[in-house]
């Protein structure tokens, strides 16, 4: 058995390229999706709404989180509901704080008061997750998206702290916990270890995927032969 089918973690695609997500769909490792409007920028999309409504038409089954992308609360709101309006595998992306440094803590309980499944977004502290935890008491299904790869560029264990939002999350069975922003192959290992419900991937970290468990005298070789070629393909003489 594969390393991967052994696992409890769900896998999450994080991407805005819509024939890849499609694509992706028809993966049975694949349960759900992300995407935020720095990656929807990155790939070229221009109309928010036309992309999000072409990838729920070829999607219209896994989860999808969608971002807001205001700064003030009440247009976070309006754009939260047009965006829930879209379907019911959708979620809706609502970031920890505006950037003004304003908690969205009240905002996330109205929407979870008004049948929105939210995720929330760009979360770095317990703290944090102990107050978003608060605002989806009774609330629909939702996410909570810790930066777990953030959290360790700063220097920072990060697992101890998934591993704290998970138990802090038990109360809520609603609520999962997200790792975002993984930087490899590993984190899905220390994410699943560490009872996390989501990881979320990119496309380079996807691709990554089948190397869980492979056999390490097989790797070095490969290795080896690598440079090996490519020192003979660029003709280099001593």
Same mark, same amino acid.
């Given at each position: 058995?594969?390393?991967?089918?052994?696992?409890?973690?769900?896998?999450?695609?994080?991407?805005?390229?819509?024939?890849?997500?499609?694509?992706?769909?028809?993966?049975?490792?694949?349960?759900?999706?992300?995407?935020?409007? @720095?990656?929807?920028?990155?790939?070229?999309?221009?109309?928010?709404?036309?992309?999000?409504?072409?990838?729920?038409?070829?999607?219209?089954?896994?989860?999808?989180?969608? %971002?807001?992308?205001?700064?003030?609360?009440?247009?976070? %709101?309006?754009?939260?509901?047009?965006?829930?309006?879209?379907?019911?595998?959708?979620?809706?992306?609502?970031?920890?704080?505006? @950037?003004?440094?304003?908690?969205?803590?009240?905002?996330?309980?109205?929407?979870?008061?008004?049948?929105?499944?939210?995720?929330? @977004?760009?979360?770095?502290?317990?703290? +944090?997750?102990?107050?978003?935890?608060?605002?989806?008491?009774?609330?629909?299904?939702?996410?909570?998206?810790?930066?777990?790869?953030?959290?360790?560029?700063?220097?920072?264990?990060?697992?101890?702290?998934?591993?704290?939002?998970?138990?802090?999350?038990?109360?809520?069975?609603?609520?999962?916990?997200?790792?975002?922003?993984?930087? %490899?192959?590993?984190?899905?290992? +220390?994410?699943?270890?560490?009872?996390?419900?989501?990881?979320?991937?990119?496309?380079?970290?996807?691709?990554?995927?089948?190397?869980?468990?492979?056999?390490?005298?097989?790797?070095?070789?490969?290795?080896?032969?690598?440079?090996?070629?490519?020192?003979?393909?660029?003709?280099?003489?001593?």
């Amino acid at each position: 058995m594969a390393v991967i089918d052994t696992l409890s973690i769900k896998i999450f695609a994080d991407g805005a390229v819509l024939s890849e997500m499609i694509g992706l769909a028809r993966n049975p490792l694949i349960k759900g999706f992300t995407t935020n409007p @720095t990656l929807m920028r990155q790939d070229g999309v221009t109309d928010y709404a036309a992309f999000a409504k072409d990838v729920l038409s070829g999607v219209p089954d896994h989860p999808i989180s969608f %971002e807001v992308f205001a700064d003030e609360f009440d247009e976070m %709101e309006r754009q939260a509901l047009e965006i829930s309006s879209w379907g019911d595998n959708v979620y809706v992306k609502i970031p920890v704080t505006n @950037t003004k440094k304003e908690s969205a803590v009240p905002l996330i309980a109205r929407l979870a008061g008004q049948g929105v499944k939210v995720n929330v @977004t760009a979360v770095f502290t317990l703290e +944090q997750t102990r107050a978003i935890l608060g605002a989806l008491k009774g609330s629909p299904p939702a996410v909570i998206s810790l930066f777990a790869g953030r959290i360790a560029d700063a220097g920072l264990d990060p697992i101890p702290m998934i591993k704290e939002a998970v138990s802090m999350a038990g109360s809520h069975p609603q609520v999962e916990i997200l790792w975002a922003s993984p930087r %490899e192959v590993l984190n899905v290992l +220390q994410a699943d270890q560490a009872g996390c419900h989501i990881i979320t991937l990119t496309e380079d970290l996807l691709k990554k995927l089948p190397l869980l468990g492979k056999d390490l005298e097989s790797f070095s070789l490969e290795t080896v032969s690598m440079f090996y070629n490519d020192a003979r393909a660029a003709g280099y003489e001593l």
